[in-house]
């Protein structure tokens, strides 16, 4: 089959890039198909043009709001039926998306991965014809990649359970251990894994030692430079995008903080305007970046160390997709290394908490379903660990995962009620009216919480939801769910288990990955500090070789160096007399939200929990007191001070 020709219909492209014939020919095929591309080298095509060829609906999974905006209006532009499925879009513009799901309507859907936790969607699915499923951010399904998120670990399950196939798995930042991971978990052959070089001939690689306190005047003087603009600058905190981008601007040049703690207006505002032109410097946490198809972005600083080569490799990928020559600068300082690390420590919660939280889970009897928000509030530790929690005991086969479900409806009824039941039989008009009557009825919206309305008019949760999905999909109401939940069965290991040996297992799992985290901060610092070929050191991450000196970053440039450079750091204070005083008496306080060594070692650090959240702790001074210590010397210190 020729390619070309709707290729240039549908894209306007003459010809393929590297890759993406091979890509589009698997899954053409019926073949599933891992996508290795760098950042920039078209990865979106792979699964976009097959699905214009295809019968179905591609449904292509993808984090972010912004990255699904992006492709839907340009698949749209060029006549493509497309669509996205997001918190963003309003009851109407929702019920839309669906009904023309259902109709078969729609050529691609994009969804956020956790979208596939939700149960009335996935009964809509069953009844869909879906071409494939192509899923961005792949690596993401890695328990030891840099990125792991366990919503992505259950993707395998549910393509699996529903027979969704081929699958495209697409990354721009897999190691070969993370790909065979991700190959594995989706039956990808070996002869589908398509990798493309990452090497982008076109960046200037350049690490430049500098302090603390001179970092921010030499950020300043390299962007004076117009040929290094539009840039990015990426930083590691909230607050120091909102300071450097004040400052740059006070400096006469046309730059903007975006991290995601700023109102979704202002975050879209920027982002318009830098990709107008109106805007020239983005100032960034790694909130910034990700589907962002700006060819002529000229430069990327790092002003922080980035957490990971991973985070590097993309970040800095974002510069130069026009093929002309960008600067790629981190300005390396060791002061970075502290708050980088103490995050990465403050995330490992304690083997007490671990085993609370398993003993409790097993405790729950054969079949249970629970809140992972609930859970985090009650232990203390963040939702995010505490799904990785419940992952790891799906993976040691103690916990089967049932289903996720949602534990109430908003129902907007689009029509009057009487015309909604009005037409059924006398059995239905019954059966909707006390389903309608079951729920709290407000001014626009009627709430109805399933459990209990089951248990109130006697019938099985899934006929009232069978009803309330029927009723969306006729364009009669609108469901705006809320609460999920998680249900779960033991298997017969879990009864036979010591929930203090599982929480040991799992405490060391943790403490495990706070070891590789740890070092994959150290390879960072390693590059930054390379004496020789910085793009064959990095290359070599990926598993791939280059020869002695690849001709553009500044070691192959200048020469290479007798020695790896020395990170300059600031001198490390000693803990002051007057705050160790502060420390004792928040001790005195005994507040519940840090009655252990390590919640207050997190506190001190600056680093919140769901307890001291709750507890409104983080309003007091002490807050952050030793944001600028290790984690490991706090933890130590505040031992000695009678913390437990």
């Not at 600083?301 to 981190?330: S, V, W």
């Not at 209990?452 to 999909?473: F, Q, V, Y």
Request: glycine share 6%; net charge neutral; proline share 5%.
């Amino acid at each position: 089959m020729d390619l070309h020709a709707p290729l240039k219909k549908h894209f306007g492209f003459k010809s393929f890039r590297d890759g993406q014939e091979a890509v589009v020919r698997a899954l053409l095929a019926g073949k599933s198909a891992l996508a290795l591309f760098p950042t920039g080298a078209g990865k979106s095509l792979c699964y976009q043009l097959p699905a214009v060829l295809m019968e179905g609906t591609a449904l292509v999974v993808s984090p972010l709001i912004a990255l699904m905006k992006d492709q839907v209006e340009a698949l749209q532009r060029r006549g493509i039926k497309a669509a996205r499925l997001d918190s963003s879009l309003g009851e109407e513009e929702s019920a839309q998306v669906l009904a023309d799901l259902a109709s078969g309507a729609l050529k691609l859907l994009y969804v956020a991965p956790e979208r596939l936790s939700n149960e009335t969607f996935i009964e809509r699915l069953k009844r869909a014809k879906i071409s494939l499923l192509a899923i961005d951010e792949a690596h993401c399904i890695s328990e030891w990649g840099h990125n792991f998120r366990p919503e992505y670990l259950r993707l395998a399950l549910v393509s699996d359970d529903l027979g969704l196939k081929p699958v495209l798995a697409l990354t721009a930042t897999a190691t070969p251990e993370v790909a065979q991971d991700v190959c594995r978990a989706f039956h990808i052959a070996e002869t589908e894994h398509v990798q493309t070089p990452f090497e982008r001939k076109n960046l200037f690689l350049r690490m430049t030692p500098v302090t603390a306190a001179k970092r921010l005047a030499l950020l300043t003087q390299r962007l004076q430079n117009p040929k290094v603009r539009p840039a990015i600058v990426y930083v590691t905190l909230q607050q120091t995008a909102e300071d450097t981008a004040g400052h740059l601007a006070r400096s006469g040049l046309k730059a903007k903080p975006y991290h995601a703690g700023l109102p979704d207006e202002w975050r879209s505002a920027a982002q318009e305007e830098f990709m107008r032109g109106e805007v020239e410097i983005i100032v960034a946490t790694i909130a910034f970046g990700m589907g962002i198809d700006k060819a002529d972005i000229r430069s990327v600083f790092h002003f922080n160390l980035p957490k990971t080569l991973e985070n590097y490799q993309q970040e800095t990928g974002r510069a130069g997709r026009d093929g002309k020559k960008a600067l790629c600068e981190m300005l390396a300082c060791a002061d970075d290394r502290i708050p980088l690390e103490n995050f990465t420590y403050g995330d490992t919660p304690s083997e007490t908490a671990v085993q609370q939280l398993v003993d409790h889970l097993l405790r729950r009897g054969t079949e249970f379903d629970i809140s992972r928000w609930e859970l985090s509030q009650s232990s203390d530790i963040r939702p995010l660990v505490v799904e990785t929690v419940l992952t790891q005991m799906e993976l040691e086969g103690l916990l089967k995962p049932v289903r996720a479900f949602y534990e109430s409806f908003q129902i907007t009824q689009v029509h009057p009620e009487a015309k909604i039941i009005a037409g059924h039989t006398p059995e239905r008009r019954e059966f909707l009216t006390r389903l309608f009557a079951s729920g709290k009825r407000g001014w626009k919206h009627i709430t109805l919480k399933l459990g209990a309305a089951s248990e109130a008019m006697g019938e099985p949760r899934d006929k009232l939801l069978d009803a309330l999905t029927w009723l969306e999909e006729a364009g009669d109401i609108v469901l705006k769910p809320s609460g999920i939940r998680h249900a779960f069965r033991l298997t017969p290991a879990a009864e036979k288990a010591d929930p203090f040996e599982v929480g040991r297992r799992l405490h060391a799992h943790f403490a495990l990955r706070e070891e590789r985290d740890a070092a994959r901060l150290q390879q960072v610092i390693d590059l930054a500090c390379e004496p020789a070929c910085l793009t064959r050191r990095l290359l070599a991450h990926f598993g791939e070789t280059t020869g002695e000196k690849c001709g553009h970053c500044e070691n192959c440039r200048t020469g290479f160096l007798d020695q790896p450079r020395v990170l300059p750091a600031s001198p490390q204070a000693d803990f002051p007399l007057e705050e160790v005083r502060m420390v004792q008496a928040l001790i005195a306080e005994a507040h519940p939200a840090l009655r252990t060594s390590r919640q207050l070692a997190r506190f001190l650090c600056g680093i919140t929990s769901p307890s001291t959240i709750r507890a409104k702790l983080t309003r007091k001074d002490a807050f952050a007191l030793w944001e600028k210590v290790p984690f490991l010397q706090v933890l130590e210190r505040v031992g000695t001070l009678g913390a437990r």
